[in-house]
């Protein structure tokens, strides 16, 4: 018998390998072709701004005043006379009690601390915090500038602490109320942005392959952003502000 003569059953075997050696060739073939598809991917990445001018709606004062002494019954006394001068103020020029977020009182002995004996020219040192809170900011802004009033009354004002300063911080607290708005104008600034690139490459735009928001920034208008957190009030000494966001899209290109 020859060695190149099959029979029915080696026929079956050697046709069976034919077609398995075929289908791993279509499954080598198909890949490329996946990977080759992969490769060809055209796309483009582009920015979209969105901005926003608002007025803030939420006015947070920290008046401070100080009172410094040796005997502290004296001191305690001066710093309470200071403070009904300051909630009289207030309510001569419309802030009112449901308005005053809260008062605190903080007594500071400079004795007891090893760095400052026999260098305090006053032993004791109260202050005095009367915090208002409005969203009447028009006004508290109007009042605000007229501290030199309390100032001719005896009261000295103090500008240390958290705050920086005596003056009210202005806050915009309605972001959430506008983010949907501004996020379909950046997405439609960069879809913009996109078309006009497809138009000078000879393409079309796509489908949208990715997208990111970046972080809203609220700041003064006539200040520069100083970063955000989302909500957060850069900058705010303004009744004024600006809100801005900017989305990052990636389009697909036809």
């Known amino acids: ?26 499954a080598t073939i198909l890949a490329e072709g996946i990977s080759s598809g992969k490769r060809g991917e055209r796309f483009v990445t582009v920015r979209g701004v969105a901005e926003k001018e608002v007025k803030a709606d939420l006015a947070v004062w920290p008046i401070r005043v100080r009172v410094a002494g040796n005997d502290l019954a004296e001191t305690n006394k001066a710093a309470d006379e200071a403070r009904r001068k ?6 001569e020029n419309g802030i009112g009690e ?3 977020a809260s008062q605190n009182q903080r007594v500071e002995d ?33 009042v605000s500038q007229m501290t030199d009033r309390l100032a001719a009354a ?8 958290n705050w920086d300063r005596n003056g009210p911080q202005f806050i915009f607290t309605q972001l959430n109320d506008i983010k949907p708005g501004m996020m379909a104008d950046a997405t439609k600034a960069a879809r913009e942005a996109a078309t006009q690139f497809a138009s000078d490459s000879d393409s ?4 949208i392959r990715r997208a990111s928001q970046g972080l809203f ?11 955000e957190g989302d909500g957060a009030n850069a900058g705010a000494s303004d009744i004024a502000k600006k ?12």
């Open 1 to 26: 018998m020859s060695i190149w003569a099959f029979d029915d059953r080696g026929t079956k075997i050697m046709a069976a390998l034919a077609v398995a050696i075929g289908l791993i060739g279509s």
């Open 86 to 91: 300051v909630l009289a103020f207030l309510a």
């Open 98 to 100: 449901a308005e005053i």
């Open 110 to 142: 400079r004795q007891a601390k090893d760095y400052e004996q026999g260098k305090a020219t006053f032993r004791y040192l109260v202050e005095y915090t009367v915090q208002v809170r409005s969203n009447e900011v028009e006004r508290v802004k109007k």
């Open 154 to 161: 005896g009261v000295v004002l103090s500008s240390q602490g």
């Open 204 to 207: 079309h735009v796509g489908m």
């Open 217 to 227: 920034t609220i700041a003064d208008r006539d200040r520069s952003s100083q970063g």
């Open 243 to 254: 809100v801005r966001v900017v989305v990052t899209v990636d389009y697909f290109l036809n």
